[in-house]
Every structure is written in C-alpha cells, then in structure tokens.
C-alpha cells in the first residue's frame, strides 16, 4: 500500500528536494503542488524517469 502525500510548493528549493527524497525511496504516490507550472511538470518528468512505477501528479495551485 502507498502513502498519497502532497507536496504544496513543490516547485521549490525545498519541495522539490522533499519531492525527489521520497520518490527515491519509494511506496509514496506523489501529487506536485505550486504556482509554477513551468517548473512543475520538468519536475515531474524527473521522477517519472527515476521511478518509472511511481505515481505523479502535478497540481496548479
């Protein structure tokens, strides 16, 4: 069973890192929040290419 976390400003210095921890260690389905979408679906594709069975999402807030 995953854990469904959302990470609000995730396309910060600080979400973004939070992000990708989790990604790496696995079991977490991921929803991306923040105001930057540009920034958010990179990151997006990021972890999708290091974690090809996670789940991502991302959410404009």
């Known amino acids: 069973m995953s854990v469904h976390v959302l990470i609000v400003g995730a396309a910060g210095v600080f979400g973004s890192r939070l992000a990708r921890l989790l990604a790496r260690r696995g079991g977490y389905r991921l929803s991306l929040g923040g105001r930057n979408e540009s ?5 997006q594709r990021e972890l999708r290419a290091a974690q090809p069975d996670g789940e ?3 959410v404009h807030i």
């Open 39 to 43: 920034r958010l679906v990179p990151l």
């Open 56 to 58: 991502f999402a991302y």
